[in-house]
């Protein structure tokens, strides 16, 4: 199946995406995995993302979990963006460590979608954060969206 139509129309878009996402990129995500109504990213907590209590600042959690959420729902070709999300925090991430973000879709009805995203710390599995996010879909290509076919 990595090789089927449906596997390489994800990577597409996921690179397509990749090129111009300079927010996950710029805080030094990886983007490991895609697959349709998946996605699996990475980021190590650096010195800049830890908060006043020594630990990692919620708001870089919550963002690995929406970019890898973002490229699990933007895996057909259709531009999709967030309609709401939530996160709750589970335990603190440390600086060092380093976070994947497992993104899988529940449901696909219509316009809208419902994807899970669970963040976990490499090392050991444990589990950072549970985030739900709706998407909804804009109906235009992502390819020519962003210059790419």
């Not at 111009?20 to 980021?43: C, K, N, T």
């Not at 870089?60 to 699990?72: K, M, P, R």
């Not at 419902?114 to 490499?122: G, K, P």
Request: hydrophobic content about 40%; glycine content about 10%.
């Amino acid at each position: 199946m990595p090789n089927s139509d449906a596997n390489i129309l994800a990577w597409a878009c996921a690179e397509a995406m990749w090129a111009e996402d300079h927010a996950s990129r710029g805080l030094g995500m990886e983007l490991l995995d895609v697959a349709p109504g998946q996605a699996r990213l990475a980021m190590t907590i650096r010195p800049e993302m830890v908060n006043g209590h020594g630990i990692a600042h919620g708001g870089f959690i919550f963002t690995l979990a929406d970019s890898a959420f973002a490229f699990a729902c933007n895996t057909y070709d259709v531009v999709t963006v967030a309609q709401s999300n939530s996160i709750t925090y589970l335990a603190p991430g440390k600086l060092g460590d380093r976070l994947i973000a497992k993104a899988r879709e529940i449901a696909r009805p219509g316009r809208s979608g419902l994807y899970d995203v669970t963040v976990s710390r490499e090392a050991d599995g444990t589990r950072i954060a549970e985030f739900r996010g709706q998407s909804r879909s804009t109906g235009k290509p992502l390819r020519s969206a962003s210059g790419q076919s």
